[in-house]
């Protein structure tokens, strides 16, 4: 079936460092989402992307799509306290009105930053 | 900025006893989910639901496990024996459409099952 493998599994890095995490799919996915998790929380909703080779910024955070939309990256610069958490890519193979829902998340990479 | 709410936020159970998780998806969401997550491990998909069926399953999805639309709010998860591996985290999750269709997930606060 299809899998979703992400590195690193953790990451700790000095304050103000960045931090990148990478995601890798098994198949051809029609679009890929990520999440954040805080300690002790639920997967919160970052961002999506869909066309092949995308780039997206939040602030920060960087985001990226590859062109064979089997691979994502997640990039943070110059990392803040307020970055803590692991942070998941999640595939979705689907496409259109047939899909029916079933994201695949990959292990996640749990950031840890030193103040 | 509206919530998917779960209850219980714990639940303690026998092994072999039943258990029904409750959730209220966000009100005007078509798109039903139920995600588990083992401690420290990633998220794992249940079950989708749309349309007052199942859309689709995933293999952790067996016999022992259903779900249920009983009225217009709740959505509920029940296990029928519970066994020491079904111990998790266990995230219901809504959308207004399809993942498929580029559509995120909303996430409730989850219902930690602890089966003894």
């Known amino acids: 079936g299809q899998q979703v493998m992400q590195i690193p599994q953790y990451q700790h890095v000095q304050e103000g460092e960045d931090f990148t995490t990478y995601c890798n799919s098994s198949t051809t996915l029609s679009n890929i989402q990520w999440y954040k998790q805080r300690p002790g929380g639920h997967p919160v909703f970052l961002i999506q992307l869909v066309k092949s080779g995308e780039v997206k910024k939040q602030k920060r955070l960087t985001f990226q799509f590859g062109e064979a939309k089997k691979n994502s990256s997640l990039h943070i610069t110059a990392t803040q306290t307020t970055d803590v958490g692991t942070y998941f890519c999640a595939g979705n193979q689907g496409h259109g009105s047939s899909n029916t829902g079933k994201l695949i998340f990959g292990q996640g990479t749990t950031l840890q930053v030193k103040p | 900025e509206p919530e998917v709410t779960q209850t219980p936020s714990h639940q303690v159970t026998q092994m072999g006893q039943e258990v029904i998780l409750r959730c209220v998806p966000i009100s005007n969401h078509l798109y039903f989910y139920w995600y588990r997550q083992i401690l420290g491990q990633k998220v794992e998909f249940l079950v989708s639901?749309?349309?007052?069926?199942?859309?689709?399953k995933s293999e952790i999805f067996d016999d022992q496990f259903s779900v249920e639309r009983p009225d217009g709010s709740n959505f509920t998860l029940k296990i029928r024996s519970t066994k020491l591996e079904d111990s998790a985290m266990y995230f219901c999750a809504s959308s207004i459409l399809p993942t498929g269709r580029s559509e995120k997930l909303f996430f409730g606060s989850g219902t930690q099952l602890s089966v003894l």
């Open positions: 639901f749309y349309n007052n069926e199942i859309s689709e």
